[in-house]
């Protein structure tokens, strides 16, 4: 097992998910499979390479510090599932 | 009518300029195949049938006026639904944007409204792009043309299958491990994954952003060179896309390919390939050979990493992009939690499907503390030595060809267990970690079922995939084989 | 006090807002005060599909500030992503810099009873704002419902980080001036603490008088000015102190400065700790700055606090203490040397801005800026009083009447009659009659009681309301007395 049953637990909440007891187990047994097949890659010696975080050699992508029109606060608040006048509303957040 | 849809669409400028179809005539001829198929295959998740007349009668007006109308004005096709629209529905086929409608159009959105092609909906997806069969679609499942009971492929699967049964006459997917070349291997049409930069990702839903990638989805690879002409280059919007000209792919199409070097990858020959489909991308090297191509077997030493690979980067990132899916701001909302973190927790629980779920978890875990060297910072530096192998090959050789699948479309729960589900790409997902551009183009068939051959190419050398895809579907007939629920026509 | 027994340890944690047009990572604008979710857009509310582009004025002010502080400006650096849930994040991560920081180790010097401390940076680094909440009800805690206004988000902003170098709330605060005043000399930054685009988090710990370890260390926010750090350290010791001697430990935690009580409270959450999962973010490029921009950036800095300060000591012949308050602004030390191109009594300009002006303006609340007595009108009432125009005396109540209305002197001098009399024949008829109506008082002046000398002094200013020259009164008294 590499990853327990608390480690899920753990990692639903960082991630915000609700999971179900079947799920937990679910994941648990699957998220183990997943990582045991990703483990091969403990077999391959990466400490000669590089850390490719980005594919094409771009760097100093810029752009000039001019303003364009804003989104209308109608636009802004369209999809809005609660609000309160032109705020977004939210339940409590404590 | 229907030899319309059999009219590439350089043809069908020329017919649309001298007037001798309109574009209302098009759509027309459209909405009869999507009236007989959709029930059968179901691609859309939207269709915008009412807009999609009044750009028709635009595109009219267009064609009429312009001086050099492009040649997809009056054009109807599709885009996959997680690239925005502005005011029609993308919701990544997730229950979590069901309703959500976009302010903003994606760049590629814009340049084909520009160009003057027609949208007449938004295509079935796997839920954000995560899978390979488009059984993972938050809302409904989308058959495969060729054989209802099985799947067209993912996660493009709605776009793949549209342009199969002829509902449009192009579509755009995405592709971050194979998801546009998948499905059209499957579904017997031809789809292509730029170099990533070619195509700006700005309205593009991001699923993995340093993997993901806009292309073609056509029934033919002159199509294709045309819709990529109008998709690429250089977006002001997008930090990643390669301030770089774009040539006329169009030029490569017809260019022979005597004394072109094919490199041949042993690793994707062999064990874990169907033997079908061996044979059938053997038979297509022996046609390139015969056109003067010449092919060598080479080796992409670490291809077996790929897939851990893939699902270590591709998970965490995506862990971070669908992070703001907490129905604050648009979205989903689930009702009756006490504070706003029980509101987030219950609304991704309800919005999400299981298979994205496990992907945030796992990239979430990829990227936490005590995990990150060992998972994350191990998968970017298994990255650059994939990416080396490319390179290395791609030095001798001006294109890498393999299969596109290791299998024929499957059926519907054929692969429920997820590892499974996942090897469906080995033979997609190097490609994406390298970035280089591919195309995947019908070779042949097994039990009645579409084969797909793929080509890799350098960096942003789209023009050769394209000279060597042409020249073997000039000789080939392929292409031309509908699936049978379209042969009914008369 | 038992608190000698332990040695403070502060670090400040400051964030500044950037005074670019438009925001970070699009082009919004970053104005103040604008109606709620009007100036947002699909990039900084993080819809589906957006992706950041970084404004190149972020990365100049970034690079500016780091110099103006001595810091090594790294040739590569990058942006990661800081993924946490909150409302005021809309996409549940914020854009930021982990490992490859902008700008490297640093110092800036404050000035602390009259001895130089420097005091160490760590690292500057650009990062994207939140929005604003507001809470409906009183608190967070009680608060029902919440609302969300998107307009901050994306507004740039630079961390600045300090080493645990300082040891006092002094130090602190002092620390806290001088930091503001370089950003606003760069023009980085609008440093308004009540508006929000200077923040301050600070790091506190105590340890036994001559141990190495490090104490537990809390971080206190809700800092709201400088008085506020200020208070909020010197409670943060003290509650520490007692816990300390009382054999507690001290949790290590985040807590709120309150104000209105006087106390900083737990902000302790039910949940776990953040782990923020770092990475570098895919949406940007890296960032490779070439040593001839960083060049051409040091050569376009304004002249820093401290080393106008020196110059103010140096051309202007001021006491460090001048030099050191009119400096602590730019304003103030702008409107000092507009005023000093015209007039050459710098140590009376500097007496009028330290006193009667900053008196003023603080009494109304009013900034330098809205001040109604501009450079020219104070040099105008100066030369005046060179002159012999008008008195000291007087000259203050002209100045009140110059600040209150925006007349020039001269105008109000004349409007109120208040020419000094410095007609000698005039006033001698004056004092003669002064001089007969008091003589004992003029006794009392020969036995040597100056006291004396100041009545009769006080009288002759009696009855002319004030407009008699005090020195030539002064010198025709003692003349007259003498001899």
């Known amino acids: 097992m590499i990853i327990n049953r608390e480690q899920v637990e753990h990692v639903a909440l960082l991630a915000r998910l609700d999971l179900s007891e079947e799920e937990i187990m679910l994941y648990t047994d699957q998220l183990n499979a997943i990582l045991d097949y990703v483990g091969l890659l403990d077999q391959l010696d990466t400490s000669q390479a590089e850390a490719m975080a980005h594919i094409l050699p771009l760097s100093n992508v810029f752009r000039a510090d001019q303003v364009r029109p804003p989104l209308a606060v109608e636009d802004a608040l369209a999809n809005a599932p609660d609000r309160k006048g032109e705020y977004f509303r939210v339940p409590r957040i404590v | 009518m229907s030899e319309l849809r059999e009219t590439g669409l350089r043809q069908l400028a020329d017919l649309l300029r001298r007037r001798e179809i309109s574009p209302r005539e098009l759509l027309f001829d459209c909405r009869q195949q999507i009236d007989l198929i959709e029930p059968q295959v179901r691609a859309f998740v939207t269709l915008a049938l009412e807009r999609a007349e009044q750009q028709a009668v635009d595109a009219e007006a267009r064609l009429r006026t312009a001086v050099e109308p492009s040649p997809l004005a009056g ?17 990544c086929s997730s229950r979590i944007l069901e309703q959500f409608r976009p302010p903003y159009d994606a760049t590629v959105t814009a340049r084909l409204a520009e160009a003057g092609a027609i949208l007449t909906g938004k295509t079935n997806l796997d839920e954000f792009a995560m899978g390979s069969s488009t059984e993972n679609s938050g809302l409904f499942t989308t058959r495969n043309p060729w054989d209802p009971d099985r799947v067209p492929g993912g996660s493009s699967g709605g776009s793949a299958a549209a342009v199969a049964a002829g509902e449009v006459f192009f579509a755009l997917g995405s592709d971050t491990g194979g998801s546009i070349r998948q499905p059209a291997a499957y579904c017997g049409v031809v789809g292509m994954k730029p170099t990533y930069g070619r195509v700006s990702r700005y309205g593009l839903v991001a699923y993995a952003s340093s993997l993901d990638q806009i292309g073609p989805i056509t029934r033919t690879v002159a199509d294709c060179a045309l819709v990529l002409q109008t998709i690429c280059g250089w977006d002001p919007l997008d930090s990643t896309s390669a301030p770089l000209e774009v040539p006329d792919f169009t030029e490569f199409l017809n260019q022979p390919i005597r004394g072109l070097r094919i490199g041949v990858p042993r690793e994707y020959m062999g064990q874990g390939i169907d033997p079908s489909v061996i044979h059938a991308v053997r038979s297509a090297l022996t046609k390139l050979e015969g056109l003067g191509a010449e092919w060598e077997e080479t080796e992409l030493p670490h291809t077996r990493y790929g897939l851990p690979t893939y699902y270590l980067l591709a998970t965490a990132e995506a862990s971070s992009n669908l992070a703001r899916y907490d129905g604050v701001k648009y979205g989903l909302r689930a009702e009756g939690g006490r504070d706003v973190i029980a509101m987030s927790r219950m609304t991704r629980s309800e919005g999400f499907g299981a298979e994205v779920k496990r992907r945030i978890m796992l990239g979430t875990y990829a990227l936490s503390s005590g995990y990150y060297d060992a998972y994350y910072l191990k998968a970017l530096r298994a990255r650059s030595l994939i990416k080396q192998d490319f390179d290395q090959a791609l030095q001798r050789f001006d294109l890498l060809l393999s299969p596109t699948t290791p299998t024929v479309a499957f059926k519907f729960g054929e692969k429920a267990d997820p590892l499974a589900m996942y090897m469906n790409d080995i033979c997609t997902i190097p490609v994406n970690l390298a970035g280089l551009p591919s195309i995947s183009i019908p070779c042949g068939f097994a039990e009645g079922l579409p084969i797909g051959l793929q080509l890799i190419g350098r960096p942003f050398d789209e023009g050769t995939l394209l000279r060597v895809a042409n020249q073997y579907q000039q000789h080939t007939g392929w292409h031309q084989q509908r699936p049978p629920m379209c042969r009914k026509e008369g | 006090m038992s608190r000698a027994r332990f040695e403070v340890i502060i670090g400040l944690e400051v964030h500044a807002e950037l005074k670019t047009q438009t925001k970070i990572f699009c082009s919004c604008p970053t104005a103040f005060g604008a109606a709620p979710n009007s100036q947002t857009c699909p990039i900084c509310l993080g819809l589906p599909g957006v992706l950041p582009v970084l404004n190149q004025r972020v990365v100049e002010f970034a690079i500016k500030t780091g110099l103006a502080l001595n810091c090594p400006i790294a040739p590569f650096s990058k942006f990661d992503r800081k993924n946490y849930y909150y409302p005021d994040l809309p996409k549940n991560y914020q854009i930021s810099q982990y490992d490859l920081p902008i700008c490297g180790r640093g110092w800036l010097d404050i000035e602390i009873e009259g001895a130089k401390k420097r005091v160490g940076i760590t690292r500057v680094h650009m990062e994207e704002d939140a929005g604003k909440l507001v809470h409906q009800g009183e608190t967070i805690g009680q608060a029902e419902y919440s609302m969300v206004d998107y307009n901050r988000t994306g507004v740039p902003l630079i ?42 988090d600070a790091n506190i710990s105590l340890r036994p008088v001559g141990s190495q370890k490090l104490g537990t260390k809390t971080e206190i926010k809700n800092l709201n000015s400088f008085r506020s750090l200020q208070r909020a350290l010197e409670f943060e010791i003290r509650r520490q102190a007692e816990l300390l001697e009382e054999g507690e430990s001290i949790i290590q935690e985040t807590r709120s400065w309150d104000e209105g009580k006087a106390v900083t409270t737990s902000l302790r959450s039910k949940e776990e700790a953040h782990d923020y999962r770092y990475f570098p973010d895919p949406d940007l490029t890296p960032l490779v700055i070439d040593r001839q921009w960083v060049e051409e950036i040091r050569a376009s800095l304004p002249e820093l606090p401290e080393a106008r300060r020196r110059r103010f000591e140096l051309e202007y012949q001021l006491p460090p203490y001048d030099a050191q308050i009119l400096t602590n602004s730019r ?21 009028w801005i330290m006193g009667e002006l900053t008196r003023l303006l603080n009494a109304e609340g009013l900034e330098l800026a809205q001040s109604r007595v501009t450079p020219p009108r104070l040099v105008e009432m100066l030369k005046l009083m060179a002159a012999g125009v008008i008195s000291s005396k007087l000259a203050k109540t002209v100045f009140e009447e110059m600040f209150a209305t925006g007349k020039p002197a001269p105008a109000i001098v004349e409007e109120k009659g208040l020419v000094q009399i410095t007609d000698e024949s005039a006033l001698e008829q004056l004092i003669d009659s002064i001089l007969t109506a008091h003589p004992q008082v003029v006794q009392d002046v020969r036995n040597g009681k100056e006291k004396a000398m100041a009545f009769l002094v006080g009288q002759a200013m009696k009855q002319t309301r004030g407009k008699a020259s005090p020195d030539i009164v002064n010198r025709l008294l003692r003349e007259k007395i003498s001899g």
Do not use: H
Not at chain 3, 180 to 187: F, N, W
């Open chain 3, 331 to 351: 304003a103030t030390a702008d409107y000092f040397e507009a005023c000093a191109r015209e007039f050459r009594d710098y140590k009376a300009i500097s007496n």
């Open chain 2, 75 to 91: 054009i109807p096709m599709a885009l996959k639904d997680n690239i925005c629209t502005q005011g029609l529905t993308t919701t």
């Open chain 3, 159 to 200: 961390e600045i980080v300090s080493e645990p170098d300082l040891r006092t709330p002094d130090e602190a605060r002092a620390y806290m001036e001088a930091l503001k005043a370089i950003l606003e000399y760069l023009d980085v930054s609008d440093c308004r603490m009540e508006q929000g685009s200077l923040r301050c």
